[in-house]
């Protein structure tokens, strides 16, 4: 009976733990579930997002390694120029050496002949650096015109579209003039003018004039510079007032 009671308070001091094992090692896994239409939209709002600030990136480092590019260029002209300018004195020495021993070789010759040798070396000199200046100069005008080319280019969109705007202005403006022009000239559906008797031959009436799509329209723009002088005509009062007889010639001339 001991022996009974001593195992199962054994079993029961090892099994007391079990409870608050299973708890323990217990895991809860959650899972979601997403549909593709999501996914994809969230890929392309990711994509918008990221995409500008991306190209802003690359063409700053665009135009940076092209600004080291011109740099590099201009250092490496820099270069071969003090180069030439290092190696061309030592051939001017040895030549201006190779002179004197062939002048004193034969007999010495005089001074005044040297001292014009050397007066013309020193203006060869003078003449070679300034070339080697004259072409590093070149260079960098060749550089500094192709970098405007660059930027004009980039400015032509710009350009297209102010100059697409501007001529649409210029057709409203002459739209505009042409209203006001047409209103300002005289109808043919007028009444004539009425003149008393008199002992003077009334003036003949007006002529019709033609449509302003005609005559009128390719006069104006022709000479769009100088206003027309129909704008200046003194229009009528009186419905049974006749034009002045300097109109009548102008409408006749029209």
Known sequence: MQLLESSISTLDTGVSDYPRLTR??????HFELVSSH??????????????????????????????????????????????????RPRS???ARAGVGGGKAGPGGGNGEGQGLSALEEA???QLRQKRERLSYAVSRLELQAGQRERQLRKRSGLGRKSRAYCGLASCRRSYHHLVI???????????????????????SPPQPLPPPD?????????????????????????????PPPENQERHKRV
Do not use: C, M
């Open 92 to 94: 001017s020495s040895g």
């Open 123 to 125: 203006k060869l000199q």
């Open 24 to 29: 323990v090692l217990a895991t809860t896994r």
């Open 214 to 242: 005609q005559k009128l329209i390719r006069w104006y723009f022709w000479s769009s510079t100088t206003p027309p002088p129909y704008r200046h005509l003194p229009t009528p009062t009186h419905p049974n007032a006749s």
């Open 181 to 203: 022009l047409r209103s300002t000239l005289p109808t043919a559906s007028s009444p004539a003018p009425h003149h008393p008797p008199s002992k003077t031959p009334p003036p």
């Open 38 to 87: 999501d996914l994809t939209t969230a890929q392309a709002t990711l994509v918008d997002e990221i995409k500008p600030e991306i190209e802003g990136l690359l063409g700053r480092v665009e135009g940076y390694l092209g600004k080291l590019e011109r740099r590099e260029k201009g250092l490496v002209a820099k270069s071969e120029l003090l180069e030439g300018r290092l190696v």
